[in-house]
């Protein structure tokens, strides 16, 4: 799931440290990859990503790190591109020779790309990638097809969790620094908060263009359930369900039964970031990448705000990587290869990256991109709390849980399955009366259907 105010608009200045920032999908021309080393043994590739000229430090940072590898790598010289893979898009790119040697993508994509033969095997290059083992294994399977070879590397990584607002937690007397851990302290959290008067909102939700669904999903991992399983080498619903029966009666009873929600729903991520920007409302579910932008859009500040880890026993998550042309060479590959993971897989340049965004009014210290695994990891934490511009015990919460949650990926055909389930959350958060039984019954009808043509 990609939003510009979301968390697919958070991984910026080469270190995954800004929120606000736009993905431009422009498609841009490219060359072919058929080609391997030319005069002199130079290998040129081209790669996606460079952000825009309307993005002028992300630019800069962009250009530089081009420079210094191309310094570092004298036999390889990098032709970067603005823009990221778009589906709409690929298949004509890439039928036309324009595909980049080195593509952008989201977890969402690869398993398909695999599948159609659009991607490169890069197995058998990997072996001298630096801290490879160190990358939490769940994001590389993203990448491996049933083969089990790889065809691509992750480069950022995002897990839904509880954005709040601290000053309210103090003035309904919760604790700002223990946000709710389940979904019974959220209710009880939200209630509090909205007994507070004067248009304050307990817990809001997104319930339209594809949000609700989005979000609904995240609610039935958190409750222990699935959206779609694999039956054999079926794919199909398990929308009727015990869990999301819970998570959608506990939506109703907090609308409804509290009136924690407020009255006014079908919201999505601009009206609720808006609520909070205002100090109007005390939780939602989000991504850490959404302080930034509420903070600059609304002129707050971050020690107004905190984050905890998603209640319940699993979060949604997912995140973006690259992946390489079809026909790309050996030469291409192993130069690609060297690109990433300077440019994105670096756990070493993690300070000298701090450094050089701190003074730009980026913020430094948000606990986003958790890559790797706990040894790394804590390492590159201690790094950005050395140059932290933001209150890093405000998102304790979130650190200290989030990597006990079981980390699910969206279910195939995503975007049509959150279409169905907008329609689910409209119903329970503006029909009282909603029979959420039969809801699930029909959307589940309608979620087969999708799955159908899944192979």
Same mark, same amino acid.
Do not use: C
């Given at each position: 799931m990609t939003f510009t105010s979301g968390f697919g608009a958070r991984r910026r200045a080469g270190i995954a440290l800004v929120g606000t920032m736009a993905l431009g999908l422009t498609a841009c021309g490219g060359s072919s990859s058929g080609e391997g080393a030319g005069k002199d043994g130079v290998v040129t590739i081209t790669v996606n990503d460079m952000p825009p000229k309307t993005q002028p430090l992300d630019r800069k940072i962009f250009e530089a790190d081009v420079k210094a590898f191309e310094k570092a790598n004298p036999k390889i010289d990098i032709d970067p591109r603005e823009g990221q893979m778009d589906p709409k898009t690929f298949a004509a790119k890439l039928a036309g020779g324009q595909l980049e040697d080195v593509y952008y993508v989201y977890f969402t994509d690869p398993a398909g790309l695999i599948e159609r033969r659009q991607g490169a095997d890069i197995t058998p290059y990997m072996k001298d990638i630096p801290y490879l083992d160190k990358i939490r294994p769940e994001f590389l399977d993203v990448f491996k097809g049933k083969d089990g070879k790889v065809y691509g590397l992750p480069n950022g990584q995002y897990s839904l969790g509880l954005v709040y607002n601290r000053d309210l937690f103090r003035k309904a007397g919760l604790d700002p620094d223990k946000p709710p851990t389940t979904w019974d302290e959220v209710r009880v959290a939200a209630k509090k908060i909205s007994a507070l008067g004067d248009g304050t909102v307990g817990y809001a939700e997104y319930s339209k263009n594809n949000q609700g669904g989005w979000h609904l999903t995240s609610w039935i991992y958190s409750m222990g359930g699935d959206v779609a399983v694999k039956d054999g080498d079926r794919w199909k619903s398990a929308l009727d369900s015990d869990a999301a029966r819970n998570a959608l009666r506990m939506l109703h009873d907090m609308r409804w039964t509290d009136d924690s929600m407020g009255s006014r729903q079908l919201l999505e991520i601009p009206d609720v970031q808006k609520m909070m920007g205002a100090g109007k409302l005390g939780m939602y579910m989000a991504g850490p990448d959404n302080v930034p932008t509420i903070v600059k859009q609304f002129e707050r500040q971050y020690k107004e705000y905190g984050v905890g880890a998603l209640p319940g026993q699993a979060t949604l998550g997912g995140g973006n990587g690259f992946m390489f042309h079809p026909e790309a060479t050996p030469e291409k590959i192993k130069a690609g290869l060297k690109w990433l993971q300077f440019k994105y897989l670096n756990p070493d340049r993690t300070e000298f990256n701090d450094?050089?965004?701190?003074?730009?009014?980026?913020?430094?210290?948000?606990?986003?991109?958790?890559? @790797?695994?706990?040894?790394?990891?804590?390492?590159?934490?201690?790094?950005?709390?050395? @140059?932290?511009?933001?209150?890093?015990?405000?998102?304790?919460?979130?650190?200290?849980?989030?990597?006990?949650?079981?980390?699910?990926?969206?279910?195939?055909?995503?975007?049509?399955?959150?279409?169905?389930?907008?329609?689910?959350?409209?119903?329970?958060?503006?029909?009282?009366?909603?029979?959420?039984?039969?809801?699930?019954?029909?959307?589940?009808?309608?979620?087969?259907a999708l799955l159908a043509t899944v192979k």
């Open positions: 450094k050089r965004v701190v003074s730009d009014d980026v913020p430094v210290g948000l606990p986003l991109d958790r890559l @790797y695994t706990d040894d790394v990891q804590a390492e590159v934490d201690a790094v950005h709390a050395k @140059y932290a511009n933001v209150p890093t015990e405000n998102f304790k919460p979130f650190t200290e849980r989030n990597g006990s949650l079981e980390q699910k990926v969206e279910p195939p055909n995503a975007q049509q399955i959150y279409t169905v389930l907008d329609g689910v959350m409209q119903s329970v958060l503006t029909k009282k009366d909603a029979d959420i039984d039969q809801l699930l019954k029909d959307a589940s009808k309608k979620v087969d």
